[in-house]
C-alpha cells in the first residue's frame, strides 16, 4: 500500500503536478474547505493571521503597533517577504506619513521572529489603534442578465479586516491635519487572493490634499540573486506573487494595463543582498506615478484603488496560468458571460432587423452595429433614439440583444477638449480627447443617456481612456498634471460600473475588467485577417492558445471576416458564404471549439438554407456543451500547420468534466496516439470518452494522470472526445 502512494505521488511530479496535492486536495480542483478567517495566532498572542489554508498574512499587533511579518504560501511552505516594511505611505499637504511598519531588522536578507521584540515603528509614524472584521465588499453591482458561469458568486465570500491608523499626539504639529487612515484587507475563500486598499478620513475643520499614497510595500524575497548586471539583460523580478489593481488600463494584458500602479524597486536597505549596486528589484510598491493629488474636505473620506494579490503555489506554467484565471473568476465573475456575437457592418434599419431575425434563426445573441457600419452613438435626435428602442424591443422579443460601437480615445475633438500631455511626453494613440473636459462629460452624458432611452444592452467601446496624463485646468473636476491621470481614471472606472450595474457588455481593447468589462482582445494583428483565408486559420487557433495563458476563454475576443476586413480581397473574406462553406465551418470549429467568442463582422451570418443550417448546427452543438467548453483550458500542442494541435477543457465540478479538441491543419486525416494529462479534470481512475461519431470508451487514468487517447481527425477539420 505505501509503495502505491509513494509511486502515484512520484509520477504526478513528473507530470509537473505539485506532489502536495496527492496527499492532500487540490484547490483547482475541490476548494470548498478553503474558507478565509482572521483569527489570533496559536503560537504569539500578538500575532494575527488572515488566513485560508492556502495563503496567510501575518500581523504583529502589539501597543499601537501594526505590522506585516508575514506573507506564506502555505501550500509550498515559503515566506514570500524578507523584512517588515511599512503599511502604507500617505502624502498630506506636503508631508508624508508611514502608516505602521516596524524598523531596526538587523538583516533584511530575512526576518526572524526573535528580533521583533527590538523593533519599533518608525518616528512619527502612525499607530494602530483598532481594529474591525466583516465580509468583503460589493466593488460594484453585477446586474446578471445573460449566461455565466454558475459556479461564481458575486460578492465572493470570504473575509474583510480593516485596520485603523491615527498620528501619535507627539506627533501632532498643532496645525497638523487631523486624519485617520484605514488599511483595508480582504481575503477570498478557495483562492490565494489577497486584496488591499486604503481609506483616508478627514476628521479635521480644513480640507487637505491628498498628494501621493502607496498602498502597498512588501520586501520580497528575490527571484534570483546576482552580483552584477550587464546592457541588455534583464534582470528577472520576483515571480512568487501576481499583482494587478483595478486602476488598470493602457493595455491588452495585465503588465502593460498596470505598469503605472505597481512597481517592482530596488531597496536600498536591503545592504546584504548579493547585487554589488544593490539593483536588485525586490521591493514591490503599489502606486500611482502621478497624483492622485486629491483634496479631502472635512468629514469626507478618500479611497485609494484596490490592489489584488495572487499567490502562485507553483512554477508551473500552466498551474500558474490556471491559479490566474480562476483568480479572474473570483473577482471578476462577469469575464464569464460570453454572448455570441455578431458584428453588424450595416446600421440601416431594415438590414438590421433582418441580421436580428437571422441571429435569432441560428441561435446567436447579440448583434452589436460595428465600426463603419453608420451607427451614431452620440446622436441625440429624438427621431433616431426612438428607431433604436423599437428595434432593441424587436431584438428583446427575439432574444437578442442590440449593442454598437463608439470610439473614444484616437481621436482629436478641439477646441481646448484634448489632452495636452506634459513636454516630451507622447500621447498612447497619437490624440485622446480629456474625459474632464466639456466635450469628455457631455459625451458620458450622450452615452447614458442613449443606453437608458434605448435598451441597448452591449457597448463596444473602442479607444477607452488609456492613462494619457494632461496638464490643463479643468475645474472643477482637474486641477491639472497632477490629478489628471486620477481624475479621468475614475471617470472612466465608474462609466463601466455603471453599464455594469445595468446589465450592459462591455468589449473594450483594455484591461479594465475588474471594473466591469468582459472581453478585450484576445491577442491579435487586425491585418492578418487580410491573409488569405487558409492563414487566417492557423492564426487564429495560435491567438487562442497564447491569449489563454492569462485570459479565460471567454475574456478575449476573436475575429471571423465575414466581408472584407483591412483589405486581401476575395482570397481574405468568406463572403459569399455559401461559396465557402467549409472555411466557415473551420472558422466556427476553432473558436467555438475552444470557448470563444469571435465577432462575426458582415452584413449577414448566412446567405442560403446550407449556409443557416451549417451555422445553426455549429451553435446548437456548441450550446449543448457550453459549460465545459466555457470552463476553463489545459495547454496541448501549440499549432504550427505540421501536425494536430489540440486544448482540453477541464472542470472538475461538472459531471462533463473534460473535453479535447482536436485540429488537424493538414490535408490528409491524421490518426495519432495522444497522452492527454487530466489531472485538472478530477479524474483520477478512469474516464468515459465520448468521441465526436458517437463511440464510446472506457480508459484507464494512469499513475501520472494521463490517459492515453487514439484520436482520428479528419483533413483541415476538428475532433473532440468528452470526458466524464
Known amino acids: 500500500m505505501f509503495l502505491r502512494i509513494f509511486l502515484a505521488c512520484f509520477f504526478a511530479s513528473l507530470a509537473h503536478n505539485p506532489s502536495w496535492a496527492q496527499e492532500n486536495v487540490d484547490w483547482l480542483i475541490d476548494n470548498r474547505n478553503f474558507e478565509a478567517e482572521f483569527k489570533k495566532s496559536a503560537t504569539n498572542p500578538q500575532r494575527y493571521e488572515l488566513t485560508n489554508g492556502l495563503a496567510k498574512r501575518s500581523f504583529l499587533m502589539r501597543e499601537e503597533v501594526g505590522a506585516t511579518v ?58 494602530l489603534v483598532g481594529w474591525e472584521l466583516s465580509v468583503p465588499d460589493e466593488r460594484l453591482k453585477w446586474k446578471r442578465v445573460r449566461n455565466a458561469s454558475s459556479q461564481v458568486v458575486w460578492p465572493p465570500e470570504g473575509v474583510k479586516v480593516s485596520f485603523e491608523y491615527r498620528l501619535p499626539e507627539t506627533a501632532s504639529p498643532e496645525k497638523a491635519p487631523e486624519f485617520r487612515v484605514f488599511v483595508h484587507y480582504e481575503l477570498y475563500d478557495g483562492v490565494p487572493v489577497f486584496c488591499k486598499w486604503l481609506t483616508v478620513e478627514n476628521l479635521g475643520q480644513d480640507s487637505f490634499v491628498v498628494d501621493r499614497f502607496s498602498s502597498e510595500l512588501l520586501a520580497v524575497v528575490e527571484y534570483d540573486s546576482r552580483v552584477e548586471l550587464r546592457d541588455g539583460v534583464t534582470y528577472p523580478r520576483p515571480e512568487s506573487i501576481h499583482v494587478e489593481t483595478d486602476f488598470a488600463f493602457g493595455g491588452f494584458n495585465f503588465e502593460n494595463a498596470n505598469r503605472h500602479v505597481v512597481h517592482w524597486r530596488t531597496d536600498p536597505e536591503y545592504s546584504t543582498q548579493v547585487n554589488y549596486l544593490k539593483s536588485t528589484p525586490c521591493l514591490l510598491e503599489v502606486a500611482p506615478s502621478v497624483g492622485p493629488s486629491q483634496t479631502v474636505d472635512p468629514g469626507k473620506t478618500f479611497q485609494s484603488f484596490r490592489t489584488f ?87 428583446a422579443s427575439k432574444e437578442v ?29 497619437g490624440s485622446c480627447p480629456s474625459l474632464a473636459s466639456e466635450w469628455g462629460q457631455e459625451y458620458f452624458r450622450r452615452l447614458r443617456r442613449f443606453y437608458d432611452q434605448t435598451g441597448f444592452s452591449c457597448l463596444e467601446h473602442d479607444g477607452p481612456y488609456p492613462g494619457d496624463v494632461d496638464i490643463t485646468e479643468r475645474l472643477p473636476l482637474q486641477k491639472g498634471e497632477l490629478d489628471s491621470q486620477w481624475v479621468q481614471g475614475q471617470i472612466s472606472n465608474n462609466f463601466y460600473r455603471w453599464c455594469r450595474a445595468r446589465g450592459i ?119 449543448k456543451h457550453r459549460a465545459i467548453l466555457e470552463s476553463d483550458v489545459v495547454h496541448g500542442r501549440r499549432p504550427d500547420g505540421r501536425n494536430l494541435d489540440w486544448m482540453l477543457h ?43 461519431l458517437g463511440g464510446s470508451v472506457r480508459v484507464d487514468v494512469q499513475r501520472d494522470y494521463t490517459i492515453e487517447l487514439k484520436v482520428v481527425v479528419p483533413p483541415n477539420g476538428m475532433s473532440w472526445y468528452l470526458l466524464k
Open 650 to 692: 477541464v472542470n472538475p465540478g461538472l459531471d462533463e468534466c473534460g473535453m479535447l479538441v482536436v485540429y488537424n491543419p493538414t490535408g490528409s486525416q491524421v490518426s495519432q496516439r495522444l497522452k492527454v494529462n487530466v489531472y485538472y479534470t478530477g479524474l483520477s481512475d478512469a474516464a468515459e470518452v465520448t468521441d465526436s
Open 70 to 127: 508575514g506573507l506564506e504560501n502555505l501550500n509550498k511552505g515559503e515566506s514570500i517577504v524578507r523584512a517588515v516594511k511599512p503599511e502604507a505611505l500617505v502624502v498630506i499637504n506636503g508631508i508624508s506619513h508611514q502608516v505602521g511598519g516596524l524598523t531596526g531588522q538587523p538583516d533584511q536578507a530575512f526576518l526572524k521572529d526573535e528580533w521583533l521584540v527590538n523593533m519599533s515603528p518608525a518616528a512619527g509614524a502612525l499607530r
Open 401 to 429: 440583444e442590440l449593442g454598437g460601437y463608439s470610439l473614444l480615445s484616437s481621436r482629436r475633438i478641439g477646441g481646448g477638449n484634448d489632452i495636452v500631455p506634459p513636454a516630451g511626453q507622447a500621447l498612447t494613440h
Open 505 to 623: 457588455y462591455i468589449n473594450a481593447p483594455d484591461y479594465y475588467f475588474l471594473n466591469g468589462s468582459s472581453k478585450c482582445g484576445m491577442g491579435y494583428r487586425e491585418v492578418n485577417w487580410s491573409l488569405p483565408r487558409s492563414l487566417q486559420l492557423l492564426h487564429a487557433r495560435q491567438n487562442i492558445y497564447d491569449g489563454t495563458w492569462y485570459k479565460t476563454p471567454s475574456m478575449g475576443w476573436m475575429f471571423v471576416p465575414l466581408s472584407e476586413y483591412h483589405g486581401g480581397g476575395a482570397a481574405a473574406t468568406i463572403e459569399p458564404l455559401r461559396d465557402h462553406l467549409e472555411h466557415y465551418a473551420q472558422m466556427i470549429d476553432s473558436n467555438l471549439g475552444l470557448g470563444v467568442q469571435a465577432c462575426y463582422r458582415g452584413p449577414r451570418l448566412f446567405d442560403s438554407p446550407e449556409t443557416r443550417d451549417l451555422v445553426k448546427q455549429k451553435v446548437a452543438w456548441f450550446k
Open 309 to 395: 494579490e495572487l499567490i502562485y503555489d507553483s512554477d508551473d506554467r500552466e498551474r500558474r496560468s490556471l491559479s490566474l484565471r480562476k483568480m479572474y473568476r473570483t473577482i471578476a465573475p462577469w469575464v464569464t458571460e460570453n454572448p455570441l456575437m455578431h458584428h453588424m457592418r450595416d446600421a440601416n434599419p431594415v438590414a438590421v432587423k433582418r441580421a436580428i431575425n437571422d441571429a435569432a434563426e441560428v441561435g446567436f445573441e447579440m448583434v452589436i452595429l460595428s465600426f463603419g457600419s453608420g451607427f451614431d452613438i452620440e446622436n441625440e435626435t429624438p427621431q433616431y433614439v426612438r428607431q433604436w428602442q423599437e428595434l432593441a424591443d424587436y431584438a
